[in-house]
């Protein structure tokens, strides 16, 4: 499943940004990637943490650092506190940021090996996260320059995690691709990822990229290396990964949840994609989950 590029919000008066997501029902999957770091500390809620092609279950209180372009997603499964929503305290910044403060500031230099160590990720020990988060929270309310020295404060705490968990995928790292700045594609792609469960057609979408079917082909391959019908069935296999994994759900339901209408269909290309049917996924990964 290709990750979708994510482009971050900015704030006017700050250098780097905070989203305070809070979410009633679920934190779905949403496989992307972005050139910030993102430190990320999910509350209330217990699912499973995709970063690369490393799976994991997440608790309360989980405190993941993400590198840049690495492709990631939480998936929820469970509330704690059914009365409350999923949160997760997200906090995105550049490496260009990152750089900038270690070199104007040599006290901070501890924090090189931190960003290092994040390529792909570092998840933070239980009780350094316990101990940050009501600093991270306290964010939430604060302003931007307070923000600030609270966000140094944590980024120093978290260097000094000898439990820190560095998060390695068995797979090579994805190397993003070239993003153009073309509306009409960006577009499509937001469309696509929208309703990749429904039928799309090829001439519908080179109608809504305002181009012939044979430019959109064109098109959609020198921005995603991929023809559409191979990026969609990524798209629809990538969820049904997920199903598989954090359901029960009868394989039937999951192909037509994710836009297969015949299961031999979804078994031969799910297949194609993962090596594997359906089944023997979920038998291989289902340890994680159980």
Known sequence: MKPSF?????????????????????????????????????????????????????????????????????????????????????????????????????????????????????SFSSEIARELRPKIEDMVYQDESQRLVSLLDILIKLTQDTAAQRIIPPEPAFVPEIIYEDARIHRVLDYIHANFASALMIPDLAEMACVSVSAFHRMFKRHTRSTAFDYIAKLRIGRACALLMESGTVISLISEEVGYPSVALFNRQFKALKGMTPTEFRRQHGHHFK
């Open 6 to 122: 994510e482009k971050v919000p900015s704030e006017a008066n700050a250098s780097w940004t905070m989203l305070n997501r809070r979410l009633p029902d679920e934190i779905p999957f949403e496989w992307h990637h972005h050139p910030e770091y993102e430190l990320t500390l999910t509350l209330n809620s217990r699912g499973h943490r995709y970063i690369g092609s490393d799976v994991q279950l997440y608790d309360d209180c989980d405190l993941t650092l993400v590198g840049p372009n690495v492709p990631h997603s939480w998936c929820s499964r469970e509330l704690i506190d059914t009365g409350k929503p999923h949160v997760a305290l997200v906090i995105w910044f550049s490496e260009a940021w990152a750089t900038s403060l270690v070199t104007l500031f040599p006290e901070m230099g501890q924090i090189r090996t931190l960003l290092s160590a994040a390529q792909c990720a570092v």
